[in-house]
T-cell receptor, first 113, second 115 residues
């Protein structure tokens, strides 16, 4: 089956700095890669996603890159703000495996004011 | 538009007792997921429905867990009897599966504590 690994598990940055979270996946059949932000006591919220036919996608301060050859994808947050503090999860969707989402273990991002 | 609605938000029960969670997906979404999220970990799929059919329940502990999605809309997830290790957040998500790669929207979850 698919295995998604996420690093780092915790990340602390100063407000205004950039944050990068990296994920790797094992099954080349995975073709859709969403990123979720989860605040305390809330469900995960989709913040950006990328499909396998695209190498990079940007939405304001958030960008995601995908390297299909290396089977890794990354979330980039620029000009971080305290409200960016949350747990971020990457996921990979695998059509052959019942179209299932496989989640990483999460990164707790702390943006210090 | 309302998002995925789950209830209750919190539930505390004694072990061996039954418990049920309810989910109302986004209107029109034909696919519904139940996930379990243990503390400090990512969500893990328990069961996925396409309309009223359970198409993937390989991770559902069928000796004590059951789920249903009558009429292909609302869904309930039941645990009977609950064990201490069932303490977790149970998340419901839904998506519109017209294309292969569509995003899933999550509810706020039900935090279950088994004592």
């Amino acid at each position: 089956g698919e295995n998604v690994e996420q690093h780092p598990s915790t990340l602390s940055v100063q407000e205004g700095d950039s944050a990068v979270i990296k994920c790797t996946y094992s099954d080349s059949a995975s073709n859709y890669f969403p990123w979720y932000k989860q605040e305390l006591g809330k469900g995960p919220q989709l913040i950006i996603d990328i499909r396998s036919n695209v190498g990079e996608k940007k939405d304001q301060r958030i960008a995601v890159t995908l390297n299909k050859t290396a089977k890794h994808f990354s979330l980039h947050i620029t000009e971080t703000q305290p409200e960016d503090s949350a747990v971020y999860f990457c996921a990979a969707r695998n059509p052959p495996l019942f179209n299932k989402f496989y989640f990483g273990s999460g990164t707790k991002l702390n943006v210090k004011p | 538009e309302a998002g995925v609605v789950q209830s209750p938000r919190y539930k505390i029960i004694e072990k061996k007792q039954p418990v049920a969670f309810w989910c109302n997906p986004i209107s029109g979404h034909n696919t519904l997921y139940w996930y379990r999220q243990n503390l400090g970990q990512g969500p893990e799929l328990l069961i996925r429905y396409e309309n009223e059919e359970a198409v993937d329940d390989s991770q559902l502990p069928k000796d004590r867990f059951s789920a249903e999605r009558l009429k292909g809309v609302d869904s309930t997830l039941k645990i009977q009897p609950a064990e201490l290790g069932d303490s977790a957040v149970y998340l419901c998500a839904s998506s519109l599966e017209l294309l292969m790669n569509t995003e899933a929207f999550f509810g706020q979850g039900t935090r279950l504590t088994v004592v």
